[in-house]
C-alpha cells in the first residue's frame, strides 16, 4: 500500500480538477475554503435525511411536524396586503398533495422549480379543507436515489447546491478509492484502530459521505472524530515533550528552610487541594526539566498560598522568582499581600555581616517611578531582589534576573503564549524557568487538554473552610434606573436596595458593577458614571459612595481603592476593574447591572469578589436579558457557584470556537469534532497520543503519521516537533 494517497498529497489536488468544477465554481468553492480535494471531502454534510424514516404526506396528522421528501408540482408567487408577496407552492411525495406557503420570499419561485426533489421540514395545517405548510425549512436535495441522502451546508445561496457538492463528491471518491483509486493511506496501526474500534480511512471517507445507513455514518463519525482530535493532541504532546527535552532548568531543592518556615507560620491549614497541589508543583521543582504547569482554581481557591510556596521554593535554592499579574491593580495588590506573608523570613546572604538579610519582595509596573526602577533593574540583574511582582512591565527588554527559577503567571488568559516565552529568556544563568500558569476561569478538563494540551494540569477544587456561600438572585429589570419610565422597577429591586442598606448599616460593603463608563449611543447600559450620580442622590443618599473605572487618574483610583480597604466607603460603584483579585473581605454584596452583557466566565469572577469572608454575602443580577443565551446565563449563575461546573455550561452556550479561538489560532482543524459531545474521545486520543510519541519521539517509525501532522502544521512548527 505504499503508493496509496496521502493527505498532504490529497492537500494538494485542486478541485477543479473535477468534472463540472470551471473557474466559476472553483471561486464559489474557495467561498466556502474549499479548494483542495482534501477540503472536499472533509466538507461534511451537515445532517442526513434518512428515506427509510420518512413520513408520508397522506398520514400526517395536522397540528404534527415531520420531514417530508417532496416534489415540486407548481409554484406561484403573488402580491398581497401591505405590499407583501406570498409565494405559494404545491409539492407530493405519491400519497398526496402539500401547500408551502412563504412570506415575502420571491427567490423562493426559483428554488422551488417544477419536478425538482427537497426535504421539507415543518408543521401540517389544515386549511380549508388541504393541507398547508408555512414557512417549513427547505433543503433542495437533487434527484438523488439511495436511502441515506446527505445534506451539505449552505449550498443554496452562493449556486451552489448539495446535489453539485454530492456529484463532486462522489466523483473524487471513485477517483481516489479501489477498485479505480489507490485508497488512502492509513496512518493509524492495525493496533490503534482495533483498540479504539476504529473503521478504516477509506470506509470513513466513503461513508460519511455515501453512507447505506445510518450506522455507517456513526462509524465514519467516530474514525474522523478520533483522527482531528488525535492530530492535534499529538502535535501537543509532541510540543509537551520537545520543549522538556531542549530546556534545561534547575533542580530546586524542596522543602528548604523558607518553605517549612512559611508553611509553619500561616494562621490556617492548608486545604487538602492545596497539600495535594503544592506537592504536584515541587514534584515538577525538583526536577531539572523546567515545569510548565497550569493551576486551575476557582476563585478564592488559595492559588496565592501554591504560587508563593512555588516561589519561595526557587529562592530557598538561590534562585529568583517572578509573579506577573494581569493589571496594575492586582499586581500591587499582591505586592501587599505577599509582603505580609513573607514578613520576617530571611534568605542566607554570605555578603552580609549576619550572613542572612530579610527576603526581598519588589514591585515592578509601570507606575514606579524612574529613580526605583532603576535600582529594582539593577537588584534584580544582581540577584538582590528574591521575587519581582509585576505587569507586563516584568517582559520589558530592559528587565534582566540574575537567576530565574521560578514564574508564576497569574490569570493566564490575559497573556498570550508569545509573552511566556519571551519570560523564559530573561535569566542571565541560562536556565529555564518553572512557569506556574494561574487561571481562575476554569475550563472543562477536556477542553483544557487541547487549549492547553503542552501543560501539565493541577486543579485546586476545593474552597478554604468556613466560606459561606453565595446567595445568587436575579431581578428581572433592565437597569437603566436614570430614565425611570422604561423600566418599572420590580419589588425585588426595593428588596435589593434594602438589603444595600442593610448590610452597609451592619457594616459590611458593597460593590455595584456597572458595564460601560459612558451614556453609550442608544442602548440602555448602566453607566458607571451616571448610576453613581443617581444613586448618591437616590437609593444611596445616605452613604459613602465611591466610583472607579478605567478613565479615572492612577492617583485618584489608589486613593479610592485604598478607601474602600479602608472601609470609609460603604459602596464602590465600579466598571469591570474590580473584576480579578480585588480582595476586600468585607464586602458583602455584589450588585452587577445588565448583567446579562457579561461572560458566565466573568459573572463568575465578579461575583467572586464577595463571599471571601465570614459573612453571608449575596450577589445580584440586574438584567433582563434580550437572547435566551442571556437568560441561560442569569439561571447559570443563579443555580450554581462552583467554576466547574459553570465552565461546562459556559462551553455548552458558547461552543468551543471561542475557547479554541484564543490559543489554537490557524491549527484549529475540528470540523466534526466537539470539545463537548466528544470529551471521551479527546481523553482517548491524548492518551494515544501520549503512547504513540513516548515509545516513537521523532515519530521515525511513524512516517505516514508524521507526514500527516507536517501538512497541518506551520513551517516552523514541524520543525521544532519532528526534526529533532
Ligand atoms: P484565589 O487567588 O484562588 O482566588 P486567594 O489566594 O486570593 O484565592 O485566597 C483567597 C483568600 O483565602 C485569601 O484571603 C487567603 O488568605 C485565604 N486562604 C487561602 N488558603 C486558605 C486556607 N487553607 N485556609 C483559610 N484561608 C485560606
Ligand atoms: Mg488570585
Same mark, same amino acid.
Given at each position: 500500500?505504499?503508493?496509496?494517497?496521502?493527505?498532504?498529497?490529497?492537500?494538494?489536488?485542486?478541485?477543479?480538477?473535477?468534472?463540472?468544477?470551471?473557474?466559476?465554481?472553483?471561486?464559489?468553492?474557495?467561498?466556502?475554503?474549499?479548494?483542495?480535494?482534501?477540503?472536499?471531502?472533509?466538507?461534511?454534510?451537515?445532517?442526513?435525511?434518512?428515506?427509510?424514516?420518512?413520513?408520508?404526506?397522506?398520514?400526517?396528522?395536522?397540528?404534527?411536524?415531520?420531514?417530508?421528501?417532496?416534489?415540486?408540482?407548481?409554484?406561484?408567487?403573488?402580491?398581497?396586503?401591505?405590499?407583501?408577496?406570498?409565494?405559494?407552492?404545491?409539492?407530493?411525495?405519491?400519497?398526496?398533495?402539500?401547500?408551502?406557503?412563504?412570506?415575502?420570499?420571491?427567490?423562493?419561485?426559483?428554488?422551488?422549480?417544477?419536478?425538482?426533489?427537497?426535504?421539507?421540514?415543518?408543521?401540517?395545517?389544515?386549511?380549508?379543507?388541504?393541507?398547508?405548510?408555512?414557512?417549513?425549512?427547505?433543503?433542495?436535495?437533487?434527484?438523488?436515489?439511495?436511502?441515506?441522502?446527505?445534506?451539505?451546508?449552505?449550498?443554496?445561496?452562493?449556486?451552489?447546491?448539495?446535489?453539485?457538492?454530492?456529484?463532486?463528491?462522489?466523483?473524487?471518491?471513485?477517483?481516489?478509492?479501489?477498485?479505480?483509486?489507490?485508497?488512502?493511506?492509513?496512518?493509524?496501526?492495525?493496533?490503534?484502530?482495533?483498540?479504539?474500534?476504529?473503521?478504516?480511512?477509506?470506509?470513513?471517507?466513503?461513508?460519511?459521505?455515501?453512507?447505506?445507513?445510518?450506522?455507517?455514518?456513526?462509524?465514519?463519525?467516530? $474514525?474522523? &472524530?478520533?483522527? %482531528? +482530535?488525535?492530530?492535534?493532541?499529538?502535535?501537543? #504532546?509532541?510540543? !509537551? @515533550?520537545?520543549?522538556?527535552?531542549?530546556?534545561?532548568?534547575?533542580?530546586?531543592?524542596?522543602?528548604?528552610?523558607?518553605?517549612?518556615?512559611?508553611?509553619?507560620?500561616?494562621?490556617?491549614?492548608?486545604?487538602?487541594?492545596?497539600?495535594?497541589?503544592?506537592?504536584?508543583?515541587?514534584?515538577?521543582?525538583?526536577?531539572?526539566?523546567?515545569?510548565?504547569?497550569?493551576?486551575?482554581?476557582?476563585?478564592?481557591?488559595?492559588?496565592?498560598?501554591?504560587?508563593?510556596?512555588?516561589?519561595?521554593?526557587?529562592?530557598?535554592?538561590?534562585?529568583?522568582?517572578?509573579?506577573?499579574?494581569?493589571?496594575?491593580?492586582?499586581?500591587?495588590?499582591?505586592?501587599?499581600?505577599?509582603?505580609?506573608?513573607?514578613?520576617?523570613?530571611?534568605?542566607?546572604?554570605?555578603?552580609?555581616?549576619?550572613?542572612? $538579610?530579610? &527576603?526581598?519582595? %519588589? +514591585?515592578?509596573?509601570?507606575?514606579?517611578?524612574? #529613580?526605583?526602577? !532603576? @535600582?529594582?533593574?539593577?537588584?534584580?540583574?544582581?540577584?538582590?531582589?528574591?521575587?519581582?511582582?509585576?505587569?507586563?512591565?516584568?517582559?520589558?527588554?530592559?528587565?534582566?534576573?540574575?537567576?530565574?527559577?521560578?514564574?508564576?503567571?497569574?490569570?493566564?488568559?490575559?497573556?498570550?503564549?508569545?509573552?511566556?516565552?519571551?519570560?523564559?529568556?530573561?535569566?542571565?544563568?541560562?536556565?529555564?524557568?518553572?512557569?506556574?500558569?494561574?487561571?481562575?476561569?476554569?475550563?472543562?478538563?477536556?477542553?483544557?487538554?487541547?487549549?492547553?494540551?503542552?501543560?501539565?494540569?493541577?486543579?485546586?477544587?476545593?474552597?478554604?473552610?468556613?466560606?459561606?456561600?453565595?446567595?445568587?438572585?436575579?431581578?428581572?429589570?433592565?437597569?437603566?434606573?436614570?430614565?425611570?419610565?422604561?423600566?418599572?422597577?420590580?419589588?425585588?429591586?426595593?428588596?435589593?436596595?434594602?438589603?444595600?442598606?442593610?448590610?452597609?448599616?451592619?457594616?459590611?460593603?458593597?460593590?455595584?458593577?456597572?458595564?460601560?463608563?459612558?451614556?453609550?449611543?442608544?442602548?440602555?447600559?448602566?453607566?458607571?458614571?451616571?448610576?453613581?450620580?443617581?444613586?448618591?442622590?437616590?437609593?444611596?443618599?445616605?452613604?459613602?459612595?465611591?466610583?472607579?473605572?478605567?478613565?479615572?487618574?492612577?492617583?485618584?483610583?489608589?486613593?479610592?481603592?485604598?478607601?474602600?480597604?479602608?472601609?470609609?466607603?460603604?459602596?464602590?460603584?465600579?466598571?469591570?476593574?474590580?473584576?480579578?483579585?480585588?480582595?476586600?473581605?468585607?464586602?458583602?454584596?455584589?450588585?452587577?447591572?445588565?448583567?446579562?452583557?457579561?461572560?458566565?466566565?466573568?459573572?463568575?469572577?465578579?461575583?467572586?469578589?464577595?463571599?471571601?469572608?465570614?459573612?453571608?454575602?449575596?450577589?445580584?443580577?440586574?438584567?433582563?436579558?434580550?437572547?435566551?443565551?442571556?437568560?441561560?446565563?442569569?439561571?447559570?449563575?443563579?443555580?450554581?457557584?462552583?467554576?466547574?461546573?459553570?465552565?461546562?455550561?459556559?462551553?455548552?452556550?458558547?461552543?468551543?470556537?471561542?475557547?479554541?479561538?484564543?490559543?489554537?489560532?490557524?491549527?484549529?482543524?475540528?470540523?466534526?469534532?466537539?470539545?463537548?459531545?466528544?470529551?471521551?474521545?479527546?481523553?482517548?486520543?491524548?492518551?494515544?497520543?501520549?503512547?504513540?510519541?513516548?515509545?516513537?519521539?521523532?515519530?521515525?517509525?511513524?512516517?505516514?503519521?508524521?507526514?500527516?501532522?507536517?501538512?497541518?502544521?506551520?513551517?516552523?512548527?514541524?520543525?521544532?516537533?519532528?526534526?529533532?
Amino acid at each position: 500500500m505504499t503508493d496509496a494517497i496521502n493527505i498532504a498529497e490529497l492537500k494538494e489536488l485542486s478541485v477543479s480538477l473535477l468534472k463540472g468544477v470551471g473557474a466559476k465554481r472553483s471561486s464559489a468553492l474557495a467561498g466556502f475554503e474549499v479548494e483542495s480535494l482534501f477540503d472536499l471531502l472533509t466538507y461534511y454534510p451537515r445532517r442526513y435525511i434518512d428515506r427509510t424514516k420518512e413520513a408520508k404526506i397522506s398520514e400526517m396528522i395536522p397540528g404534527s411536524e415531520a420531514s417530508l421528501l417532496v416534489t415540486v408540482e407548481k409554484t406561484d408567487v403573488r402580491r398581497i396586503r401591505g405590499g407583501k408577496s406570498l409565494v405559494t407552492s404545491t409539492v407530493t411525495d405519491g400519497t398526496a398533495l402539500l401547500k408551502l406557503t412563504f412570506f415575502n420570499q420571491n427567490w423562493r419561485q426559483k428554488q422551488l422549480v417544477e419536478g425538482r426533489q427537497a426535504m421539507i421540514y415543518g408543521k401540517v395545517d389544515l386549511y380549508r379543507g388541504q393541507r398547508q405548510m408555512t414557512n417549513p425549512v427547505v433543503d433542495l436535495v437533487g434527484n438523488r436515489t439511495g436511502r441515506v441522502i446527505p445534506v451539505y451546508p449552505q449550498s443554496e445561496k452562493s449556486g451552489l447546491h448539495t446535489w453539485d457538492i454530492t456529484e463532486w463528491v462522489a466523483e473524487a471518491l471513485r477517483r481516489t478509492l479501489p477498485p479505480k483509486g489507490r485508497g488512502f493511506v492509513d496512518p493509524l496501526s492495525d493496533q490503534i484502530l482495533s483498540e479504539h474500534d476504529l473503521v478504516s480511512r477509506d470506509f470513513a471517507f466513503r461513508a460519511i459521505h455515501q453512507p447505506e445507513n445510518m450506522f455507517e455514518v456513526t462509524q465514519a463519525r467516530k $474514525r474522523l &472524530i478520533f483522527d %482531528e +482530535l488525535f492530530r492535534m493532541q499529538l502535535a501537543l #504532546v509532541l510540543r !509537551k @515533550r520537545a520543549i522538556e527535552r531542549t530546556e534545561v532548568g534547575a533542580a530546586h531543592q524542596i522543602s528548604g528552610p523558607l518553605i517549612k518556615q512559611f508553611k509553619a507560620n500561616l494562621p490556617f491549614e492548608l486545604t487538602g487541594a492545596q497539600v495535594k497541589v503544592i506537592g504536584e508543583i515541587e514534584y515538577d521543582l525538583a526536577r531539572s526539566v523546567p515545569m510548565h504547569r497550569l493551576l486551575q482554581g476557582d476563585v478564592g481557591a488559595g492559588k496565592t498560598l501554591v504560587a508563593v510556596a512555588a516561589m519561595l521554593t526557587a529562592v530557598d535554592s538561590g534562585h529568583q522568582a517572578a509573579l506577573m499579574a494581569p493589571t496594575e491593580v492586582l499586581a500591587e495588590q499582591h505586592l501587599v499581600g505577599i509582603r505580609k506573608l513573607l514578613d520576617g523570613m530571611t534568605v542566607t546572604d554570605d555578603s552580609s555581616l549576619f550572613k542572612d $538579610r530579610p &527576603i526581598k519582595v %519588589e +514591585l515592578l509596573s509601570n507606575r514606579v517611578s524612574t #529613580v526605583d526602577k !532603576k @535600582r529594582i533593574l539593577s537588584q534584580l540583574l544582581l540577584g538582590e531582589i528574591d521575587i519581582a511582582i509585576g505587569t507586563h512591565a516584568l517582559i520589558q527588554e530592559s528587565v534582566s534576573f540574575d537567576s530565574l527559577g521560578v514564574v508564576v503567571i497569574d490569570e493566564q488568559h490575559r497573556f498570550g503564549v508569545e509573552q511566556r516565552s519571551i519570560l523564559r529568556e530573561k535569566s542571565r544563568s541560562g536556565l529555564s524557568p518553572d512557569m506556574l500558569v494561574m487561571t481562575a476561569t476554569p475550563i472543562p478538563r477536556t477542553a483544557a487538554m487541547t487549549v492547553y494540551g503542552d501543560l501539565d494540569v493541577s486543579i485546586l477544587d476545593e474552597l478554604p473552610p468556613g466560606r459561606t456561600p453565595i446567595d445568587t438572585k436575579w431581578v428581572r429589570s433592565s437597569a437603566n434606573f436614570t430614565e425611570p419610565e422604561a423600566t418599572a422597577a420590580p419589588e425585588e429591586l426595593d428588596e435589593m436596595w434594602d438589603q444595600v442598606r442593610a448590610q452597609v448599616s451592619a457594616g459590611r460593603q458593597v460593590y455595584i458593577v456597572c458595564p460601560l463608563i459612558d451614556e453609550s449611543e442608544k442602548l440602555s447600559v448602566a453607566s458607571a458614571e451616571e448610576t453613581y450620580e443617581y444613586l448618591q442622590h437616590t437609593e444611596l443618599s445616605e452613604l459613602q459612595v465611591g466610583l472607579l473605572h478605567g478613565r479615572i487618574s492612577p492617583a485618584d483610583k489608589d486613593l479610592t481603592m485604598d478607601s474602600f480597604r479602608a472601609g470609609k466607603l460603604d459602596v464602590l460603584v465600579a466598571t469591570t476593574v474590580i473584576e480579578v483579585g480585588v480582595d476586600v473581605p468585607n464586602a458583602t454584596i455584589m450588585v452587577i447591572l445588565d448583567a446579562d452583557r457579561f461572560g458566565i466566565a466573568q459573572l463568575h469572577q465578579l461575583r467572586g469578589r464577595v463571599g471571601r469572608g465570614s459573612h453571608r454575602s449575596q450577589c445580584w443580577l440586574v438584567s433582563d436579558p434580550t437572547t435566551p443565551e442571556g437568560e441561560a446565563r442569569m439561571a447559570a449563575l443563579v443555580a450554581s457557584t462552583d467554576g466547574f461546573e459553570l465552565a461546562e455550561v459556559d462551553l455548552d452556550l458558547r461552543g468551543e470556537g471561542t475557547i479554541l479561538g484564543e490559543r489554537q489560532k490557524g491549527r484549529n482543524d475540528l470540523k466534526l469534532a466537539s470539545l463537548r459531545r466528544d470529551r471521551n474521545t479527546v481523553v482517548e486520543a491524548r492518551n494515544c497520543a501520549i503512547k504513540v510519541v513516548d515509545s516513537d519521539p521523532g515519530l521515525e517509525s511513524n512516517e505516514h503519521l508524521a507526514s500527516e501532522l507536517e501538512s497541518f502544521l506551520e513551517e516552523g512548527d514541524a520543525e521544532f516537533l519532528l526534526k529533532n
